[in-house]
């Protein structure tokens, strides 16, 4: 286990978010990865090298039985096993077929992932399979139910960039005329004109069969960087940061360039690369190459003996 590695909050709504999506991916309605590419995002692996993203994660406590369960491992040197002897015997398991893609899915429970695994991690695990409509409608229903985004939010953030729709205008675009006048109906009927009305009125089934999945998976996309479940362009998750067998090249300080009349460039060292290319998995992101530094024609001084300008 990585030092300092904390468990996620399971009453907290984005964790019980997660919960939610991996346990409604692990049934047969909700199976937009299977547990192939759950084996393939977590624990990429060849004949020879492997990238651990989840064990390193688990405390000792948590992993041991899972790991003896399989009957790679007894119950007490898996105890005792540090984070790369765990990488070593589950890649030697795989290998030589004594652990398959099914029973690593079902050792690693959604309870386990989402209480230790990075929630970004997970988050992109599940956004990168083919979303359903049930699969949409799922993790809509459930992040509004948590509170993690309410009814006005929603009609202000749901739009048809092409067409120059947004919110209400959404809505009733892929309606029928008996839908939308079933809609003003149940409105009316209500008396309750807010946000929130006109979504109860409407339904999340009759929102999510009727609107396109672009536009409903932008909605999603902006809840989950709203929430933090996206990590910022460039940042690499922490899974990708630390579950690499070998770690990337670090760039080298570049040091500082003579005085010269004219601006030097230092060239920048090229970025090591990572032990995958997994495009299943969350995007690696390399170090920045580090500037070279100019030193301006100003800067440079005057030359022994000469008198200087005035």
């Known amino acids: 286990m990585e030092p300092g590695t904390k468990p996620n909050d399971v009453t907290a709504a984005t964790t019980k978010l997660c919960l939610a999506l991996e346990e409604h991916r692990r049934s047969p309605a909700g199976r937009v990865r299977g547990s192939e590419d759950f084996l393939a995002v977590f624990f990429p692996h060849d004949e020879a090298r492997s990238q651990d993203r989840v064990f390193h994660f688990l405390p000792h406590e948590v992993r041991a039985p899972i790991i003896a369960a399989w009957g790679i491992r ?33 050792g690693l429970t959604a309870e386990i992932m989402t209480r230790w695994v990075p929630l970004p991690d ?8 083919k979303l359903t409509k049930k699969a949409i409608e799922t993790a809509l229903v459930t992040g509004y139910e948590l509170s993690l985004f309410d009814a006005r939010w929603l009609l202000d953030n749901i739009e048809i960039g092409d067409r120059k729709l947004r919110g209400t205008d959404v809505l009733a675009d892929g309606l029928s005329k008996a839908d939308l006048t079933a809609w003003v109906q149940a409105i009316h009927q209500s008396g309750d004109g807010t946000p929130r009305g006109l979504l109860a009125a409407l339904g999340w089934e009759k929102l999510v069969a009727s609107t396109r999945d672009p536009v409903l998976v932008a909605v ?19 899974a990708e940061a630390r579950g690499s067998e070998e770690p990337a090249a670090q760039p080298k300080e570049a040091s500082p360039p003579p005085p010269v009349e004219t601006p030097v460039a230092q060239p920048a060292p090229a970025a090591g690369g990572e032990l995958f290319d997994d495009s299943s998995a969350t995007e ?7 500037r070279g530094r100019l030193v301006p024609k100003s800067s440079a001084p005057p030359p022994p003996g000469r008198p200087k300008s005035k």
């Open 220 to 238: 999603l996309d902006a809840m989950a960087s709203r929430v933090g479940l996206i990590k910022p362009t460039g940042v690499a998750t922490e």
């Open 284 to 290: 690696i992101f390399t170090p920045e190459s580090v």
């Open 74 to 106: 007894g119950a007490k040197a898996a105890a005792r096993d540090d984070d790369a002897k765990v990488q070593s015997v589950v890649h030697d398991a795989l290998v030589a077929g004594d652990l398959d893609h099914a029973a690593f899915e079902e």
């Open 122 to 129: 997970l988050w992109s695990f599940w956004r990168g399979g």
